[in-house]
């Protein structure tokens, strides 16, 4: 599976969008991109992920560049309770087993 | 459904003693996992299972063991427990078939060897 960089933190005002940024240049053609947050030392959560189209559900939007080589996962409005560490992961859809590779993440502290 | 159930959810052990994690998942997931967590890092993943009777390792098994004898139920042995093994442990449990991309974790196991 490809391996991804993001920043070790970020900081955003309450209120306003979070964008994070995921580098994964060396994605292959048929690798996922996938975003969980961790919330204070509980279990990981998934929010969405995506092969090439823009993604969006209820908590998120995924934006991926035409080239596949990075991603942002953007919080419209964010709140004190997004303040998490967020994982951007990129994962072979023929990946015996399901598994999921986590990196450090980025720690995102929402700020009134 | 209670999702995915890990127990104890905190314990203290004293180094070469020997304990099991539990974990259960009612939702009839074919594929089940361990990572272990130590503080600032992100998740490794011990061993996973894709069905009873059937476990692999995965980035860090050594001085754990697992078994899969039912669909609900993947417990993780410690033998000889050492102070490396200082760590949350979380469960997690997926379909085999996997649209949505989810992987549906525990709350976590905290184990202190001392």
């Known amino acids: 599976d490809a391996k991804t960089t993001q920043p070790p933190s970020m900081d955003c005002a309450e209120g306003r969008a979070a964008n994070l940024p995921c580098n994964h240049s060396?994605?292959?053609?048929?690798?996922?991109v996938y975003w969980y947050r961790q919330i204070h030392s509980q279990g990981p959560q998934y929010i969405i992920h995506?092969?090439?189209n823009n993604e969006t559900n209820e908590m998120a939007s995924l934006i991926i560049t035409e080239d596949r080589k990075s991603s942002t996962l953007i919080l419209p409005h964010a709140t004190l309770r997004d303040t998490a560490v967020y994982y951007c992961i990129v994962r072979d859809s023929n990946n015996a087993g399901n598994m999921l590779t986590f990196g450090g993440g980025t720690r995102l502290m929402v700020k009134p | 459904n209670a999702g995915v159930t890990q127990t104890p959810k905190f314990r203290i052990l004293k180094i070469g003693q020997s304990m099991t994690l539990q974990c259960a998942q009612d939702m009839n997931h074919n594929y089940m996992y361990w990572y272990r967590q130590d503080p600032g890092m992100g998740l490794k993943l011990i061993y996973y299972?894709?069905?009873?009777?059937?476990?692999d390792k995965g980035e860090v098994p050594n001085g754990y063991n697992v078994s899969r004898s039912t669909t609900e139920d993947f417990p993780l042995r410690l033998e000889l427990a050492a102070p490396s093994q200082t760590s949350v442990y979380f469960c997690?449990?997926?379909?085999?078939?996997?649209?949505?991309?989810?992987?549906?974790f525990g709350e976590g196991s905290r184990l202190t060897v001392l």
């Open positions: 299972s894709v069905g009873a009777g059937i476990t």
């Open positions: 060396t994605i292959s053609g048929n690798e996922y």
């Open positions: 997690a449990s997926s379909y085999k078939e996997w649209n949505t991309g989810e992987l549906f």
């Open positions: 995506g092969l090439k």
